[in-house]
């Protein structure tokens, strides 16, 4: 699916790759939902997500705290509070910190708290994307709070992007998974 330019292909594309990966953890036996994440003896990919989440939760937990880090930034600019993205003190170049904070703060995390607190988060992002039109959501630099790309690009990477992420990595477990089985 081509990366989404209106309102309407945004909010289509976050409702398919949550149904899809929705399914896709339904499907999942609960040993499968349980176990460790797995990607395979020749698994050669090095991006430290692979390394970091260690099981579903992780992942899990890891679109929950990216939804709310959209809607909270932009909760906090548009009533005049300038506030970048990322919470202090966090940049672009230290996200890998960021995430790594995100899956501490989430080990006592039940996965059906977490999977609740999805539903719940993915639906807030849902109703702040209708709020907004096709020229706010898509108009570089609209907001100037957006920096030099639009607002819709930061949700479309909350969420058709980050579903699909977290998509592949379920796959690629249930795959490996298999194999060995």
């Known amino acids: 699916m081509a990366r989404p330019t209106t309102r309407a292909?945004?909010?289509?594309?976050?409702?398919?790759?949550?149904a899809k990966l929705r399914a896709l953890i339904a499907g999942m036996s609960a040993s499968e939902q349980a176990a460790p994440?797995?990607?395979?003896?020749?698994?050669?990919?090095?991006?430290?997500?692979?390394?970091?989440?260690?099981?579903?939760?992780?992942?899990?937990?890891h679109l929950i705290e990216w939804h709310g880090l959209?809607?909270?930034?932009?909760?906090?600019?548009?009533t005049g509070s300038a506030q970048p993205f990322l919470p202090a003190p966090y940049t672009w170049r230290t996200?890998?910190?960021?995430?790594?904070?995100?899956?501490?703060r989430h080990q006592q995390t039940p996965l059906d708290t977490a999977l609740r607190m999805l539903d719940e988060s993915h639906q807030s992002v849902i109703t702040l994307i209708?709020?907004?039109?096709?020229?706010?959501?898509?108009?570089?630099?609209?907001?100037?709070?957006?920096?030099?790309?639009?607002?819709?690009?930061?949700c479309v990477s909350a969420t058709s992007s980050h579903y699909d992420w977290a998509i592949q990595k379920l796959r690629r477990h249930l795959r490996a998974a298999q194999a060995t089985a």
């Not at 292909?9 to 949550?18: P, R, T, V």
């Not at 996200?95 to 501490?104: D, F, P, Q, V, Y």
């Not at 096709?134 to 690009?153: A, C, M, N, R, V």
Request: hydrophobic share 40%; net charge negative.
């Open 9 to 18: 292909d945004l909010l289509d594309a976050a409702a398919a790759g949550y």
């Open 37 to 61: 994440l797995y990607y395979g003896t020749n698994f050669t990919r090095t991006e430290a997500h692979w390394a970091r989440d260690q099981h579903l939760r992780d992942v899990v937990v």
């Open 70 to 78: 959209l809607t909270e930034w932009v909760a906090a600019n548009r």
């Open 95 to 104: 996200t890998a910190e960021l995430n790594a904070a995100i899956w501490e």
């Open 130 to 154: 209708s709020g907004f039109t096709d020229e706010e959501l898509f108009t570089k630099q609209h907001f100037p709070w957006t920096g030099t790309t639009s607002l819709g690009s930061y």
